[in-house]
């Protein structure tokens, strides 16, 4: 989760306009590699944006930003992310997610443009690294050109930090190039 006016996590389906210059993985790197397998029960809920992979679709973020993720009757996940701009207005973008892999759940696609009902626009959401007590997750997408760090809290410990970046590494990401997010209490 992190996160993400209108389309925080369509970035893929957006293109490069959403990302002029896009991070580029690592030359060789291997395939984008989702998790084994996800309990969206427990993935459900709110989750905090520790760092993310610059984007154009977020530049209004100043701070705080969260995603709140509920499951629906129709198997799929509504999604709220929200975060606060620098006039201390709260942006939110509204939208579903659907399970792409059914065996893993790891593999999701998500929406956050509708045009009376009509969803054109798709991005891919793979969790690609998910700590086993579901305190903090990695987000990517097979291009790697965008990502996010997620917890469950404000912050994250040195030894899971640590954790995270070999999962970025391991997947073809410059952890480097993540910018860390702000929060009420950060500068």
Not at 2 to 28: C, D, E, K, M, Y
Request: hydrophobic content about 40%; glycine content about 6%.
């Amino acid at each position: 989760m992190l996160l993400l006016t209108a389309a925080w996590l369509i970035a893929p389906a957006v293109s490069s306009r959403a990302n002029p210059h896009p991070p580029q993985p690592a030359v060789g790197a291997p395939p984008l590699a989702p998790v084994s397998r996800v309990d969206l029960n427990r993935y459900a809920g709110l989750w905090h944006e520790i760092a993310r992979l610059p984007n154009r679709f977020q530049r209004q973020c100043a701070r705080d930003s969260l995603a709140l993720y509920t499951l629906r009757s129709d198997g799929g996940i509504a999604v709220l992310n929200q975060c606060f701009k620098r006039n201390g207005a709260v942006d939110q973008a509204r939208g579903v997610a659907r399970v792409i892999d059914p065996v893993s759940q790891a593999r999701l696609r998500v929406s956050l443009v509708s045009f009376l009902g009509w969803r054109p626009f798709w991005g891919d959401y793979w969790i690609i690294g998910l700590d086993p007590d579901y305190r903090w997750a990695i987000v990517g997408e097979p291009r790697r050109r965008f990502g996010w760090i997620l917890s469950r809290s404000r912050s994250l410990d040195p030894i899971s930090l640590e954790r995270i970046e070999a999962i970025l590494e391991s997947n073809g990401y410059t952890p480097s190039q993540f910018q860390f997010a702000a929060t009420k209490s950060s500068p």
